[in-house]
C-alpha cells in the first residue's frame, strides 16, 4: 500500500443566520434527547436565556455547566466523566475558543457528537480539529490535540455574534489576517510544486481571507450590524475559511512566528498576558512574521494602521510583558524550537522581527 493521511477540514453542518441560536433545540434533536452544555460566565447564561423554553417544549434534559477554570486535560478527563455519567446524548459548547477547545477533547473522550455555538468572530476554533490546552495550575500553554472527527455542527448566530465586544471583532479580524504572512513565512515562491499541495491550498486560502478583512474588516468593526450581509460573509470568513487553513496547514511545514509568540506568551507569562485576547497576542506576531518575511513597507504600514484604528496592542509591553533581554531571550527561544529555526539567515530575520515588538 502507498503512503496515507487524513486531513480534517470543516464541519458536518454549518447552521448561519439572525436568530439560528432558535434551532439549537432541533440539532440536538439530530443527535439524542439529553445536552451536556458548557461555556462561560457571560456566554452561557446569554444562550440559555434565549433557548431554555425551547429545550424543555422538545423535552431535551439539558445539563449546563460552567467553564471556571482553564481548558485543561484534567478539566475535560473530570466534564468527560460527568457527561457519561449523566448519561447524556451531546456536547454543546458555548462562547470562545477556550470553550470550543475544550468541548472537542471531551467529545472525543466521550465518544459523544458536537456541537459548537460562538459567540464572536474571534473562534475559528468552533469548526477547526484541534484543541490548544493549558496547564490546570497556571492556565499555561500545554499542549495541542488534534480531534478524531469533525466537528459535527455549528450554529453561528448573527445576532449574537454582530452583538458581540469590538475588541472581540478585531481579535478575531488579525487572528485570521495572520494566516497569510505565516504561510508565506519569507518564501519567494509560493507556487506548485515549489511548495506542497497543502501549503498551497492553505496559502491560496489565506490569501482570500487577507484580501477579504484587510478591505471590509474595518467596516464590520465600526458597525457591525451595519451591512447584515457582509457581516455574514465575515463571520463564515473568519470560522469557516479559515479553521480549513488550519486543516490544510496540518500537513504541510507551517512555520508560524505569530503564534509561535502566542503560544511563548501563554507558556512562559499566563499571569502577566491573561488580560490579552488571543488574537491581539497574535495580531502584535503578525507585525513580526511581517518583518520577518520581509513584506513591504506599504504592506506593513498598512496592517499596522489597521491595528491602530481597531485600537489594538501593537508592542510587547501593551501585552503585559516587559520586553527585557531575559524575556525577550524566553520568547526568542521558545519560537526557535516550536518552529525549529535553523538557518543563520533565518534567526538573523527573527531578531529584526523582535525588535519590532520591543
Not at 113 to 127: F, G, K, M, N, Q
Not at 304 to 331: D, F, Q, W
Request: aromatic letters at 8%; hydrophobic letters at 40%; one cysteine or more.
Amino acid at each position: 500500500m502507498g503512503k496515507t493521511g487524513m486531513l480534517m477540514i470543516g464541519v458536518s453542518r454549518f447552521i448561519y443566520g439572525e436568530g439560528v441560536v432558535m434551532k439549537l433545540p432541533e440539532e440536538i434533536k439530530r443527535y439524542a434527547d439529553s445536552a451536556f452544555f458548557v461555556g462561560g460566565s457571560i456566554t452561557l447564561p446569554l444562550v440559555r436565556d434565549k433557548v431554555e423554553e425551547k429545550l424543555k417544549e422538545e423535552k431535551i434534559e439539558a445539563q449546563w455547566n460552567l467553564m471556571d477554570e482553564p481548558n485543561s486535560v484534567d478539566f475535560t478527563e473530570r466534564l468527560s466523566k460527568k457527561a457519561l455519567e449523566e448519561k447524556t446524548g451531546v456536547i454543546v459548547a458555548v462562547g470562545g475558543g477556550k470553550c470550543m477547545d475544550l468541548c472537542k477533547v471531551i467529545s472525543d473522550m466521550s465518544r459523544l457528537p458536537l456541537i459548537t455555538v460562538p459567540t464572536s468572530v474571534a473562534t475559528c476554533a468552533a469548526s477547526s480539529a484541534v484543541s490548544i490546552m493549558y496547564t490546570k495550575d497556571t492556565g499555561s500553554y500545554d499542549c495541542s490535540i488534534q480531534k478524531e472527527k469533525e466537528v459535527d455542527s455549528v450554529i453561528a448566530d448573527l445576532d449574537i455574534i454582530g452583538s458581540s465586544p469590538s475588541r472581540l471583532f478585531a481579535s478575531g479580524i488579525l487572528d485570521s489576517i495572520a494566516k497569510l504572512p505565516e504561510i508565506v513565512n519569507g518564501r519567494a515562491d509560493m507556487r506548485y510544486p515549489a511548495v506542497s499541495i497543502f501549503k498551497k491550498m492553505a496559502y491560496m486560502n489565506s490569501t482570500f481571507i487577507y484580501d477579504f478583512l484587510t478591505n471590509y474588516g474595518l467596516k464590520v468593526y465600526k458597525n457591525p450590524q451595519a451591512d447584515k450581509e457582509l457581516l455574514r460573509d465575515l463571520v463564515l470568513v473568519n470560522l469557516i475559511i479559515t479553521s480549513m487553513v488550519s486543516g490544510f496547514s496540518s500537513g504541510s511545514d507551517q512555520l508560524a512566528i505569530a503564534h509561535g509568540l502566542y503560544d511563548g506568551m501563554r507558556k512562559y507569562f499566563p499571569k502577566e498576558s491573561k488580560g490579552a485576547l488571543h488574537g491581539e497576542i497574535v495580531a502584535v506576531g503578525v507585525l513580526m512574521q511581517m518583518r520577518f518575511n520581509n513584506d513591504t513597507e506599504e504592506e506593513y504600514q498598512k496592517i499596522l494602521n489597521l491595528m491602530k484604528e481597531m485600537k489594538m496592542p501593537t508592542k510587547l509591553e501593551a501585552l503585559g510583558v516587559e520586553p527585557s533581554s531575559e524575556n525577550l531571550a524566553r520568547l526568542r527561544e521558545w519560537n526557535i524550537m516550536k518552529n525549529n529555526i535553523t538557518e543563520k539567515t533565518d534567526l538573523e530575520r527573527l531578531d529584526i522581527a523582535f525588535q519590532e515588538i520591543i
